[in-house]
């Protein structure tokens, strides 16, 4: 609640200008651990558990897409059925009509690479969403959602970008959702929170 209240409010910025090339070269390798932010995702997703050539690049993994609840096994090279796509949570597009073409070139490439900001997910699900915001798309699987917009607040809260209107109403619907949720958990004597921060 207190990190969506810190989120300015405004109008949408113009896509004057956006381009996937300004936020850099694909899958970069920002935390230095020698792999690029495409294979750490899978790596992720996998729960650590795919297979890896080069001590990188994953070759094949099964996943539990969080968007979906399907599971996928993924196969590089593989065709469309076996595949994921890593999904900007807060789409590139939507980043910008939320500030990020003000900041600088590293700051983008940052947003674009960072893992808070990364899932991989159904490639049918990450198209259907293209560069929505929560006002507009949600997750198919009505389990992730309130796990997906705190997400959603956590990377423009970290980025400093801004949110809709129609957004923020939307987004508070579901951190109103978090906290009752964790106050019924008190109530029971236990709090069951930890798919918030997946």
């Not at 579901?174 to 949720?181: C, E, N």
């Amino acid at each position: 609640k207190v990190a969506l209240s810190q989120l300015s409010v405004k109008g949408r910025a113009p896509m004057t200008g956006y381009s996937r090339d300004l936020f850099g070269s694909a899958w970069q390798d920002l935390d230095g651990n020698g792999c690029d932010q495409r294979d750490d995702a899978l790596w992720r997703a996998s729960l650590g558990h795919a297979q890896r050539s080069d001590g990188c690049t994953v070759t094949r993994a099964t996943v539990i897409d969080v968007y979906t609840g399907k599971t996928i096994t993924y196969i590089r090279g593989g065709d469309y059925i076996n595949g994921l796509d890593i999904d900007h949570v807060v789409a590139l597009g939507d980043a910008w009509s939320s500030g990020i073409g003000y900041k600088s070139s590293l700051v983008r490439a940052h947003l674009a690479n960072d893992p808070l900001n990364l899932l991989a997910v159904d490639p049918s699900s990450n198209r259907q969403k293209g560069d929505s915001n929560a006002a507009s798309w949600l997750p198919p699987r009505t389990a992730y959602r309130c796990a997906y917009v705190a997400r959603q607040i956590a990377v423009k809260r970290k980025y400093a970008l801004w949110v809709t209107s129609s957004e923020r109403d939307a987004m508070a619907r579901f951190v109103a959702a978090i906290h009752d949720g964790i106050a019924e958990s008190r109530a029971a004597g236990t709090v069951a929170v930890g798919d918030i921060s997946n």
